[in-house]
């Protein structure tokens, strides 16, 4: 069996690091294998933005362990961190996160310049990208110029830059028109379909069911379901998550 992408093992963490009130985070123990798409879903406050901040280096554990494509994240210093993010992880957040004085290919070549890819090597990448998800005829344009779903796809294209393993969205569609959004959703499918291993943090049962086949629920900082999305749809509705 291929060794896993993401691998938390009793993953427990407090809001702040207080002693106080309820963890944000309950003994949490999950694996994401290579190729999956997981959407990670739960009403405010269940727990899934402190579940991202984990597996992207941005947060540790109070106790238990974080393991992405080998590497123990948790164990990181700061500068290790900040080598891992731009190694290991592509990630896409709900409102683009772009530079607005940067071209489209200035801001798709950023984590390139990062990482000290070589000139030429980072230009044929970006050009690459940007025909793959259909936007390179924007490659000059400033984002400010272009609809929130062609934003979205530059900020999917910055975040393949680098080859990552692992490709994370956290409310991807949640700053967008219906249209957009759903575009937004087929352009993920299509990438998991092409191989590439995504965790979709959302509490919009719709994107989870469009663009993944595993839904990871939480609740109060537990997991309380971890099943194919379909079958999660009816105990979603009934009990009333957002």
């Given at each position: ?33 290579p ?30 362990t ?7 994240v948790?164990?990181?210093?700061e500068?290790?961190?900040?080598r891992?993010?731009r ?9 683009f996160n ?5 071209t ?7 984590p ?5 890819m ?6 044929r990448?970006?050009?690459?990208l940007?025909?793959t998800?259909g936007?390179?005829?924007?490659a ?25 393993p692992l490709?994370l969205?956290?409310?991807p569609?949640?700053?967008l ?7 937004v959703s087929?352009?993920?499918a299509?990438?998991?379909a ?24 939480l609740?109060?900082g537990?997991i ?19």
């Amino acid at each position: 069996m291929s060794t896993p992408v993401i691998e938390l093992r009793d993953v427990h963490r407090r809001y702040d690091g207080s002693s106080e009130g309820p963890p944000a985070l309950r003994q949490v123990s999950l694996t994401v294998r290579p190729g999956e798409a997981v959407a990670v879903l739960g009403p405010s406050g269940s727990g899934k933005s402190t579940l991202l901040n984990l597996v992207a280096g941005l947060d540790r554990p109070d106790t238990g362990t974080v393991t992405v494509n080998g590497v123990r994240v948790d164990a990181l210093g700061e500068t290790a961190s900040a080598r891992y993010r731009r190694s290991q992880i592509g990630m896409v957040f709900q409102f683009f996160n772009l530079l607005d004085d940067l071209t489209v290919t200035d801001n798709v070549l950023l984590p390139a310049q990062l990482a000290g890819m070589a000139r030429g090597k980072a230009g044929r990448r970006a050009a690459e990208l940007l025909e793959t998800l259909g936007i390179d005829r924007h490659a000059h344009a400033y984002p400010g110029r272009l609809s929130g779903g062609e934003r979205q796809r530059v900020a999917v294209a910055r975040a393949l830059m680098n080859r990552p393993p692992l490709l994370l969205a956290d409310e991807p569609t949640g700053a967008l028109d219906t249209a957009s959004g759903e575009d937004v959703s087929r352009l993920l499918a299509d990438l998991n379909a092409d191989g590439q291993t995504i965790v979709v943090v959302t509490h919009d049962l719709a994107l989870a069911q469009s663009c993944t086949t595993r839904t990871i629920r939480l609740l109060d900082g537990r997991i309380v379901a971890d099943q194919g999305t379909g079958d999660i749809e009816g105990s979603f509705a009934r009990e009333g998550a957002r």
